[in-house]
């Protein structure tokens, strides 16, 4: 058996099938571009049978991804097969993966069918699918609540109708550690065939055990894992990339497996995703979070202090978190300022690394230090946005303790054309968002909104985030600014632009 775990990232499929996860084409693109840097072994780009966008995004990542693997995800049916393939035969490496339930609590109640019915179906989707590539994946849905025997039956007939990787799912996130490895070990032991397969795991963390449920997986002999950045995903997501790759390198004795993962690349790929979805990591999170090489407790400070490894297990640098300098400043030249964004994993055109230098001076003039993470926000602010319908222009704010109500004045452009309006609120950031409602003649429910500082400072970039619904259709948007006032206007035309967008693609 290979040593070699390989690493299948679903976070451009699974995890942005989380609730307000969803990304547009070009912010795919890049993430997409980020998780070949980092090294993962396949990239499981969408679900190219479920829209014309996911078609269309999944071709996109299939033609611009250099070193990985691309894989399409379809059911056990020819047409989403055939979508699939569609989808990804631009690839350097193209995968197809076909998935098919067998509990039978899924047979019955999800499929209306036989276990017979099932067979015939995984046998024609594997087969038609391995006509079309010879790198083909099947997938046993709900795996983990199957019938031992029946379950080896199918893994059996995937791997001799052309399967080469066979994948076990968790897919409720039922199973326990040890019940789960003791699974994987009875079909590597059981199955026919099973050494001319790779045994694939895809654990879900609805009981929190996710990464413990794969990780047990590998010490059992799985040498494929399902994982996304972060661990988002359906639910309460999946097995969290960076938690599963930095428990094989700081304990490699006991997992005794290799993987080619930069995990350097760990905090800067989740710090991508964590702006292209706007949800912050959270401080507690483990291995990239803020707290997790802080020390409060002065027993730990002092030990830390002494010797590092008192209380830390892993370093910062080994997963790329490192003290940030200033990197960039007004007298920075756009030479300069496209070294850095490439550096970043950012790919942009002359035009758009004049429009990155430009912001980068502007903001020098407004703060001292320039940090990369403010790079980073500026690169998504004026590059990586929708095309705009609506654009702010000029935006006053009067707000203060006296009894006059906030006051907010705003300039902005609508297809063009240039509109202002003045108005009150029961705040600042409330008389700004009725100003903008107003303008544009519609009112949408905020339904969140979520306030981050991008670096540390007072004179710190703030990151607004928003989360609004009108007609049925959700949009996320974000904005930053030095003012965080500005901040929130941004992120709600943001919106307001994804919401147009999604409203002309239905």
């Known amino acids: 058996m290979s040593d070699r775990v390989q690493f299948f990232d679903t976070t451009l499929r699974d995890g942005e099938q989380s609730p307000g996860c969803t990304m547009n084409l070009r912010e795919k693109l890049r993430l997409a571009r980020q998780l070949d840097i980092l090294g993962v072994d396949i990239i499981e780009a969408g679900f190219p049978a479920a829209s014309e966008g996911d078609f269309e995004s999944v071709r996109a990542i299939a033609e611009t991804v250099e070193r990985a693997q691309v894989a399409g995800l379809a059911r056990a049916l020819p047409g989403d097969i055939d979508r699939a393939w569609e989808a990804v035969r631009g690839a350097r490496n193209p995968r197809i993966h076909t998935f098919i339930a067998t509990s039978p609590l899924h047979m019955k109640h999800k499929l209306c069918k036989e276990p017979a019915d099932v067979l015939r179906m995984a046998e024609r989707a594997v087969r038609h699918a391995a006509g079309l590539t010879p790198n083909v994946e099947f997938s046993a849905e709900d795996a983990s609540r199957s019938d031992r025997a029946f379950l080896a039956e199918i893994c059996e007939l995937a791997i001799s109708c052309g399967a080469r990787v066979v994948n076990i799912p968790d897919t409720v996130g039922y199973a326990q550690p040890e019940e789960f490895a003791d699974l994987v070990s009875f079909l590597l032991e059981t199955v026919p065939g099973a050494s001319r397969a790779v045994f694939s795991v895809h654990c879900h963390n609805d009981l929190g055990l996710a990464v413990a449920n794969t990780l047990a997986a590998v010490r059992a002999g799985a040498r494929q894992v399902e994982v996304t950045l972060s661990g988002i995903g359906e639910r309460a997501g999946n097995a969290a990339l960076e938690e599963v790759v930095m428990n094989m390198r700081t304990r490699p004795a006991y997992y005794a497996v290799s993987h080619g993962i930069d995990t350097e690349q760990l905090f800067p790929a989740n710090r991508m995703l964590s702006r292209i979805i706007g949800r912050p990591i959270p401080a ?223």
Do not use: W
């Open 284 to 506: 507690t999170k483990a291995v990239i979070g803020d707290n997790a090489f802080a020390h409060e407790s002065g027993i730990h400070q002092d030990g830390v202090l002494k010797h590092r490894e008192t209380y830390e297990i892993m370093t910062p640098e080994s997963v790329g978190r490192s003290a940030t300098d200033m990197v960039m400043g007004k007298h920075s030249g756009r030479h300069a300022v496209k070294s850095k964004v490439e550096a970043m994993g950012f790919r942009l055109s002359d035009a758009e690394v004049d429009v990155v230098a430009a912001a980068v001076k502007r903001l020098a003039d407004i703060k001292k230090k320039i940090y990369d993470e403010d790079v980073e926000a500026i690169v998504l602010e004026e590059v990586f946005r929708i095309p705009d319908k609506y654009r702010l222009k000029h935006l006053h704010i009067q707000s203060g303790t006296i009894s006059v109500p906030p006051t907010a004045a705003v300039i902005m452009e609508v297809d063009g054309q240039e509109r202002k309006l003045a108005t009150f609120g029961v705040g600042p950031v409330d008389a700004v968002f009725n100003a903008i409602a107003d303008i544009i003649g519609k009112r949408p429910t905020l339904e969140q909104y979520l306030v981050n500082a991008i670096t540390d400072g007072t004179d710190a970039q703030g990151e607004v985030t928003v989360k609004i619904e009108h007609g049925g259709l959700r949009a996320v948007g974000r904005g930053s600014d030095a003012d965080i006032i500005v901040a929130s206007a941004k992120a709600m035309l943001n919106a307001l632009n994804r919401l147009e967008k999604k409203s002309e693609d239905k």
